[in-house]
T-cell receptor
Framework: NAGVMQNPRHLVRRRGQEARLRCSPM?????VYWYRQLPEEGLKFMVY????????ESGMPKERFSAEFPKEGPSILRIQQVVRGDSAAYFC????????????FGPGTRLTVL | RKEVEQDPGPFNVPEGATVAFNCTYS??????FFWYRQDCRKEPKLLMS???SGNEDGRFTAQLNRASQYISLLIRDSKLSDSATYLC????????????FGKGTRLSVIA
């Protein structure tokens, strides 16, 4: 049973470009969460999605950031017009339908903005 | 206010030592508590959930003190492989999401 998968593992973008981060939850999991971790900082919740629905986006910046979890395919975290401050590790986690509490993390995508 | 506070450490302990970490949380209505460990530049991995009655998993013991709003993690007979950052994680109602992560306590076990 494959764990949570994220790609790419490393992403380099220049200021102003777009970054797309993908997350495939564990098999049988229908809840996806995105977190951001800045260097030497803790994980900060960004958004919680179920298939085709955003449940909680209280941690998402109001501009440039968006997330989706379509009926088919992975969840996508999209960052438009990236700035240097967006450089961070972005982790995706998933949990099963029966329990929202325990979350399992993917390996993360390390975004570097030049 | 959603706060989970941990001593950042580092805790430097010799192999075989017993070490304990505490974590305080700000919301008295929180219901779900976890310890995760995170190795350098890796993803967090669930270590254990924390139950009201306390729970033990091998060398690891977790306890919850609701009155004082803190949870603890005790590691006995420390191994070199225990070196990591330990993250305290708490839910803030309503609902079980989102979880709030502490910044972590860094542990180094020294030979």
């Amino acid at each position: 049973n494959a764990g949570v998968m994220q790609n790419p593992r490393h992403l380099v973008r220049r200021r102003g470009q777009e970054a797309r981060l993908r997350c495939s939850p564990m098999k049988g999991h229908s809840h996806v969460y995105w977190y951001r971790q800045l260097p030497e900082e803790g994980l900060k919740f960004m958004v919680y999605l179920q298939k085709e629905n955003i449940i909680d986006e209280s941690g998402m910046p109001k501009e440039r950031f968006s997330a989706e979890f379509p009926k088919e395919g992975p969840s996508i975290l999209r960052i438009q017009q990236v700035v240097r401050g967006d450089s961070a590790a972005y982790f995706c986690a998933s949990s099963p339908q029966t329990s929202e509490r325990t979350q399992y993390f993917g390996p993360g995508t390390r975004l570097t903005v030049l | 206010r959603k706060e989970v506070e941990q001593d950042p450490g580092p805790f430097n302990v010799p192999e075989g030592a017993t070490v304990a970490f505490n974590c305080t949380y700000s919301n008295s209505a929180s219901q779900s508590f976890f310890w995760y460990r995170q190795d350098c530049r890796k993803e967090p991995k669930l270590l254990m959930s924390v139950y009201s009655s306390g729970n033990e998993d091998g060398r690891f013991t977790a306890q919850l003190n609701r009155a004082s709003q803190y949870i603890s993690l005790l590691i006995r007979d420390s191994k070199l492989s225990d070196s990591a950052t330990y993250l305290c994680v708490v839910n803030f109602p309503p609902g079980n999401t989102p979880l709030v992560f502490g910044k972590g306590t860094r542990l180094s076990v020294i030979a």
